[in-house]
């Protein structure tokens, strides 16, 4: 619930995190999507599949992080509970 003690620093967080991983509209999308594009037109599918499981990897590590900041109660809070 650290997202509500400290706003402005897990929004920032949560908008590099999502760069990180490479959803629209952010610049980190664009990055990928031209090493998407290099790779599949030189014909290196291997280069595909390592930044697809990149990819994936970063979704499994940063989403849960921004789920539990904003959409949880703070340590503090759910002891008072």
């Known amino acids: 619930g650290m997202g509500r003690v400290m706003p402005y620093t897990f ?4 908008v590099a995190a999502i760069s990180i991983i ?10 990928k999507w031209d090493m998407l594009e290099g790779a599949v037109e030189s014909e290196q ?8 499981l990149g990819t994936m990897l970063n979704t499994a590590y940063f989403l849960p992080i921004i789920y539990k900041a904003f959409l949880t109660l703070p340590a503090v809070i ?3 509970l």
């Open 11 to 14: 929004a920032a967080f949560s």
């Open 45 to 52: 599918f291997l280069f595909v599949v390592v930044i697809g």
């Open 78 to 80: 759910s002891k008072m």
């Open 22 to 31: 490479g959803l629209p509209p952010t610049l980190g999308f664009l990055a």
